[in-house]
């Protein structure tokens, strides 16, 4: 059975760093397309980073330069390294793998405000 259980939000200021963690069990995230998403008050659930098994990565625009995505492959954890966040970065984040099948995790609450 596949479990991902995202840790590390919570609140910050504007201009401040988080790292996320993607603990993630019944699947290795090398063979898988790993990614995270973000649901920002009142707008739709939108993708902020991937990194798939060939370690091809990418980001929108909105978080390009600021946010990392990186992946232990001998742990098996997949991070979300996120730098100078702004009050609109604020949201639930979720991890979410997609390989054979589609998983979510149950989401952190990361809260950017002065």
């Known amino acids: 059975q596949v479990q991902l259980v995202e840790s590390g939000g919570g609140s910050v200021q504007p201009g401040e760093s988080l790292r996320l963690s993607c603990a993630a069990s019944g699947i290795a995230v090398r063979w898988v397309t790993m990614s995270w998403y973000r649901q920002r008050p009142g707008k739709e659930r939108e993708i902020v980073a991937f990194i798939n098994a060939g370690r091809t990565i990418d980001y929108p625009s909105a978080v390009k330069g600021r946010f990392t995505i990186s992946r232990d492959d001998a742990q098996n954890p997949v991070y979300l390294q996120m730098n100078d966040l702004r009050p609109d970065d604020t949201a639930v984040y979720y991890c979410?793998?997609?390989?054979?099948?589609?998983?979510w995790g149950q989401g952190t609450q990361v809260s950017v405000s002065p």
């Open positions: 979410n793998s997609r390989g054979s099948s589609t998983h």
